[in-house]
């Protein structure tokens, strides 16, 4: 069963910079891509970057290319990836949630496969 846990949420000053965290469990990491995406209120939920734990191959949404980087960490058994923002912005308010994917092409997010996790709240105040 694909678990996933996202931390490192809060609440910044625009122009300031969190880092979230993805830890991932219950699924063969290698063989799939992890995708990160966030809902702002009343809005639908949008995909923002994705990472190939195969291959490294990136994606990032053009609303965050340049300010946000995504990483993985698959030492000593850790499955985990993380999402820097930085400059971040009022628009980029909102609930973060991580999720597996079949894949990660540099064009886009591939298919989600399992659930979501419970999201981190990312607020940027102005």
């Known amino acids: 069963e694909v678990q996933l846990v996202e931390s490192g949420g809060g609440l910044v000053q625009a122009g300031g910079s969190l880092r979230l965290s993805c830890a991932a469990s219950?699924?063969?990491?290698?063989?799939?891509?992890i995708g990160w995406f966030r809902q702002a209120p009343g809005k639908e939920r949008e995909g923002v970057s994705c990472i190939s734990s195969s291959d490294g191959t990136t994606y990032y949404a053009d609303s965050v290319k340049g300010r946000f980087t995504i990483s993985n960490d698959n030492a000593n058994a850790k499955h985990t990836v993380y999402l820097q923002t930085n400059s971040l912005k009022p628009e980029d308010t909102a609930v973060y949630y991580c999720a597996a994917l079949l894949r990660c092409w540099t064009s886009g997010l591939g298919p989600r496969i399992g659930g979501w996790g419970q999201g981190t709240q990312v607020t940027v105040s102005s």
């Open positions: 219950g699924f063969t990491f290698d063989d799939y891509a």
